[in-house]
């Protein structure tokens, strides 16, 4: 039996949270140091007219192009297998070449305008392709005779780069690594939230003001995890959208879910007597969670938005999250909730401390 006099032993960390310690690490380590691939920034001139010659300039990222003797081919695709293939390319510098093309005067299919994606292929770099990189307006006397042109090359022999890379997206660039940060901020804070609301229903069933002091402490943790999760994505809006906030359904709705659990937070402080406190807490409490699911997942994509995953845009798909950036998302999303676990059992033992001075 030990002596009281004695010091209590320091209890060991638990596994998990040494796991939320290392992932985390490897998480900031991963997500800053593996390079992007190769890519195309932007296309001068973006429009062109059909029946023409034109001379694009092409301004690359990450790119070698003088590698190799300046080995470089490229294609305006229209569709799969429909394409042009340069008749001149010309390297500048790594970054820089300027490739010639002649858009036949008629296209398969007739629209107001046709987008062209470009797509470039380097023995070093590997295959780059910027979608929808040239918009070609229609001919004034279209050609039937130069539909031939359309079918007579195909895209072949695709080079590809070898090691890890992360994938290269002409919008987010460089940004697209806050995708370890921003998404798995959310994702933590709705799991927090939920644990909050699921102490909230322990209080209600059990009656004690334990389970309403851990309910609280997750809904602060959470709290700061959402807030980190709305500046992250509004410094990712600035360098995508070009506005901190443009009033896009996504950002209200997060700013309005974050404004209820707020609001619950000055709740508590205006009632002095702790169990009138916690009986009113845990049904605002487990009501706020109920209302995260309309704010966040049905509301943004009943209408339009910039953001992914809401409004049409896609998200979470091969054209954002190829296998690389899965194997660090995934553990980041693992790692930050971990965290805020943790986070959260501090400051639950921090305020019982309080309470007891």
């Given at each position: 039996?030990?002596?009281?006099n004695?010091?209590a032993?320091s209890?060991?960390?638990?596994?998990w949270?040494w796991?939320?310690?290392?992932?985390?690490?490897y998480?900031f380590?991963?997500g800053?140091?593996?390079p992007?691939?190769?890519g195309?920034?932007?296309?001068?001139?973006?429009?062109?007219?059909a029946?023409?010659?034109t001379?694009?300039?092409?301004e690359?990222?990450?790119t070698?192009?003088m590698?190799?003797?300046?080995?470089l081919?490229?294609?305006?695709r229209l569709?799969?297998d429909?394409?042009?293939q340069a008749?001149?390319v010309e390297?500048?510098?790594d970054?820089?070449v300027?490739?010639?093309?002649?858009?036949?005067s008629?296209?398969?299919?007739r629209?107001?305008?046709?987008p062209?994606?470009?797509v470039l292929d380097h023995p070093?770099?590997?295959?780059?392709?910027?979608?929808?990189?040239?918009?070609i307006?229609?001919?004034?006397?279209?050609?039937?005779?130069e539909?031939?042109?359309?079918?007579k090359?195909k895209?072949g022999?695709i080079?590809?780069?070898?090691?890890?890379?992360y994938p290269?997206?002409?919008?987010?660039?460089?940004?697209?690594r806050?995708t370890?940060?921003?998404?798995p901020?959310?994702f933590?804070m709705?799991?927090?939230?939920?644990?909050?609301?699921?102490?909230?229903?322990r209080?209600?069933r059990?009656?004690?003001?334990m389970?309403?002091q851990?309910s609280?402490?997750?809904?602060k943790?959470?709290?700061?995890?959402?807030?980190?999760?709305?500046?992250?994505g509004?410094l990712?809006?600035?360098n995508?959208?070009?506005?901190?906030?443009s009033?896009?359904?996504?950002?209200?709705?997060?700013?309005?879910?974050?404004?209820?659990?707020?609001?619950?937070?000055v709740l508590?402080?205006?009632?002095d007597?702790e169990m009138q406190r916690?009986?009113l807490?845990a049904?605002?409490?487990m009501?706020?969670?109920?209302?995260?699911?309309?704010?966040?997942?049905?509301?943004?994509r009943?209408?339009?938005?910039?953001?992914p995953g809401?409004?049409g845009?896609?998200?979470?798909g091969?054209?954002?999250l190829?296998?690389?950036?899965?194997?660090?998302?995934?553990?980041?999303?693992?790692?930050w909730?971990l965290?805020?676990?943790?986070?959260?059992?501090?400051v639950?033992?921090t305020?019982?401390l309080?309470r007891?001075?």
């Amino acid at each position: 039996m030990q002596n009281p006099n004695q010091p209590a032993k320091s209890t060991p960390l638990a596994l998990w949270k040494w796991a939320s310690i290392i992932i985390l690490i490897y998480v900031f380590i991963a997500g800053w140091i593996v390079p992007l691939k190769p890519g195309i920034i932007r296309v001068t001139p973006d429009k062109a007219a059909a029946g023409k010659q034109t001379v694009f300039e092409v301004e690359g990222y990450n790119t070698f192009f003088m590698k190799e003797g300046g080995q470089l081919r490229a294609w305006l695709r229209l569709k799969k297998d429909t394409v042009l293939q340069a008749q001149a390319v010309e390297v500048i510098d790594d970054r820089r070449v300027n490739v010639v093309f002649y858009i036949p005067s008629v296209f398969p299919m007739r629209q107001d305008a046709y987008p062209l994606s470009l797509v470039l292929d380097h023995p070093t770099d590997g295959s780059s392709v910027l979608p929808n990189a040239v918009f070609i307006s229609p001919a004034a006397e279209p050609d039937s005779a130069e539909m031939s042109l359309w079918y007579k090359d195909k895209i072949g022999s695709i080079h590809t780069q070898a090691g890890i890379r992360y994938p290269f997206r002409n919008i987010l660039a460089e940004t697209i690594r806050n995708t370890y940060f921003h998404v798995p901020m959310w994702f933590s804070m709705i799991f927090l939230f939920g644990i909050s609301a699921w102490y909230s229903l322990r209080y209600y069933r059990r009656g004690e003001l334990m389970d309403d002091q851990k309910s609280t402490a997750f809904i602060k943790v959470g709290l700061v995890f959402g807030l980190l999760g709305l500046i992250t994505g509004m410094l990712w809006a600035k360098n995508t959208w070009n506005a901190y906030w443009s009033w896009d359904v996504k950002q209200n709705m997060s700013a309005i879910a974050l404004l209820i659990y707020a609001a619950l937070m000055v709740l508590r402080t205006s009632i002095d007597d702790e169990m009138q406190r916690a009986r009113l807490s845990a049904g605002y409490n487990m009501f706020a969670f109920m209302l995260l699911i309309p704010l966040l997942f049905i509301i943004p994509r009943m209408t339009d938005s910039l953001h992914p995953g809401n409004g049409g845009n896609p998200a979470m798909g091969g054209e954002d999250l190829d296998n690389t950036m899965r194997m660090v998302f995934y553990p980041a999303v693992l790692g930050w909730i971990l965290l805020g676990i943790w986070i959260s059992q501090l400051v639950y033992r921090t305020d019982v401390l309080k309470r007891k001075q």
